[in-house]
C-alpha cells in the first residue's frame, strides 16, 4: 500500500483527491435535486395545496348550490345568463354569511350553463 510510508498530511491529501468527486456531486445533488424536482411538478408547495384544497371546496359547494337549485327549476341551462347568476347568486349563500362567495356563485353559475 502507497499510504504506509507518506506523512499523514500526504494520506489526507490523497484521500481527499479521493473523495473529491463524489463530495463535489452530492453538493451539487444537494442544491439541483430541490430545484429540478420543483419545476418537473414532483414537489407540492404549500400555495399550490391550498390553491388545490380551494378549488375542491368550491366545486363541492357549486355542487350542493346545483341540488338545491334544481328543486326550484328543473332544468337552469335553458335559462339566460342573467337569470343564471341570478339563481347562482341566490343559492350560493351560506347559512351565517352575509354574502354569497363569488368564487362559488361563480362556479355554480358556469355548472348551470352547461
Same mark, same amino acid.
Given at each position: 500500500?502507497?499510504? /504506509?510510508? #507518506?506523512?499523514?498530511?500526504?494520506?489526507?491529501?490523497?484521500? *481527499?483527491?479521493?473523495?473529491?468527486? #463524489?463530495?463535489?456531486?452530492?453538493?451539487?445533488?444537494?442544491?439541483?435535486?430541490?430545484?429540478?424536482?420543483?419545476?418537473?411538478? *414532483? /414537489?407540492?408547495?404549500?400555495?399550490?395545496?391550498?390553491?388545490? +384544497?380551494? &378549488?375542491?371546496?368550491?366545486? /363541492? !359547494?357549486?355542487?350542493?348550490? &346545483?341540488?338545491?337549485?334544481?328543486?326550484?327549476?328543473? &332544468?337552469?341551462? $335553458? !335559462?339566460? *345568463? &342573467?337569470?343564471?347568476?341570478?339563481?347562482? $347568486?341566490? *343559492?350560493?349563500?351560506?347559512?351565517? +354569511?352575509?354574502?354569497?362567495?363569488?368564487?362559488?356563485?361563480?362556479?355554480?353559475? /358556469?355548472?348551470?350553463?352547461?
Amino acid at each position: 500500500m502507497a499510504l /504506509q510510508g #507518506m506523512t499523514p498530511m500526504q494520506s489526507a491529501a490523497a484521500r *481527499w483527491e479521493t473523495a473529491k468527486p #463524489m463530495v463535489i456531486a452530492l453538493a451539487i445533488g444537494l442544491v439541483a435535486g430541490p430545484v429540478i424536482s420543483n419545476y418537473m411538478g *414532483w /414537489q407540492v408547495t404549500s400555495g399550490a395545496a391550498r390553491a388545490e +384544497t380551494r &378549488d375542491g371546496i368550491i366545486e /363541492q !359547494l357549486a355542487q350542493i348550490c &346545483d341540488q338545491r337549485a334544481r328543486t326550484e327549476v328543473a &332544468d337552469p341551462s $335553458k !335559462l339566460d *345568463w &342573467d337569470a343564471r347568476s341570478a339563481l347562482a $347568486k341566490k *343559492w350560493a349563500i351560506a347559512p351565517g +354569511t352575509p354574502f354569497g362567495d363569488l368564487d362559488v356563485s361563480g362556479a355554480y353559475a /358556469q355548472k348551470l350553463a352547461g
